[in-house]
């Protein structure tokens, strides 16, 4: 195939640009995937820079590991023939050697990376002295320390570009999303580091295609500054994170769907900030709704036990101690006495519900 050969844009001045939209395989796959991808996203006009994973990190062993180095000379000929800059995933300092000796423009420290710091000094050391750019993925666990910790081995490394990607938290039980966004964390990390490029990655938080819409334009209402989301020639039969990945078209379709907020507001200000606000209300409604429907699911499992031993639902020395406990905590959290009385009483309404339901079936 004949290709115009374009030189990548300084990924310096690249990473400047707002919104900045990555996108690729979860996987090198094959040369011919990987070239496919490249050309087909270049095509779309919508994307600044190809990622995709050469070593993959997996949860458990027997799925697909990555392609490892032999993929890396496949990334130099897409970067050459679709002009887009390339950005690979990095897990130790030999993948960093390796990575640069292959021309990768930026780097990225995975969440199952983040939470390890041998790991992430290992790769830091192997960043000294090198000006990469580096994002660093929020880690599995909802800890912002270990994030913070990765981003301060980077720098201490002497990297100067250094950028968050909020892949959201990894939850026990959770189930509408693959990762649950917590998006108090990364707005946390937002207002403690202003001046860092933080990205959301829709792909990892959804784990499905069919709501990265609504998660990509939560994180642009809530001024990220980027988004990097997984694309695939042939999404259902991708090697790895399959029921994540959209075709390249449907992901510049998705770019010119969101609703691209404007950075100068001038007198729509006040509206501005108002919805993000609102977003933060809805999205921590929604936290807390999960959150009590985990909350139920244990009552009803304590239900079973009563049941099994023959005892009341209620038990009034429990209940005392709920209440005493969630008043300390609550007078610490700014909560009034009042509203915590009323939300305690109406969740033991709720679980006594659960309990009695189970307790008579
Ligand atoms: C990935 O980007 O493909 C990946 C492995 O992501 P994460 O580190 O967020 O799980
Ligand atoms: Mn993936």
Known sequence: ????????????????KRPLIISGPCSAETEEQVMQTALRLAATGKVDILRAGIWKPRTR????EGIGTKGLPWLQQARKASGLPV???????????DALHFDVDVLWIGARTTV?????QDVADALRGVDVPVLIKNPINPDLELWIGAMERVAKAGIRNIGLIHRGFSSYGNTEYRNAPMWHLAIEMKRRYPELLMINDPSHICGRRDILMEVAQTAIDL?????????HIDPDNAWSDAKQQVTPERL????????WRSEDVAS??????LEKLRQQINNLDDELMQILSQRMKVAESIGNYKKENNITILQTNRWNAILERAFAKGEKLGL?????????????MESINHQNKIMNS
């Open 223 to 231: 001024d990220f500054d980027g988004l990097i989301i997984e694309s």
């Open 336 to 348: 009034s006495k009042e509203f915590v009385t009323k939300y305690f009483d109406a969740v033991h």
């Open 87 to 97: 950005a690979v995933e990095v897990a130790t300092g030999k993948q960093v050697e």
């Open 1 to 16: 195939m004949e290709q115009a050969i374009q030189q990548p844009t300084s990924v310096e001045a690249l990473l400047k």
């Open 116 to 120: 390890n710091p041998f790991s992430v």
């Open 61 to 64: 062993p027997g799925s697909f």
């Open 268 to 273: 729509a200000e006040y509206h501005a900030a």
């Open 252 to 259: 510049g379709e998705m770019i010119s769907s969101i609703r």
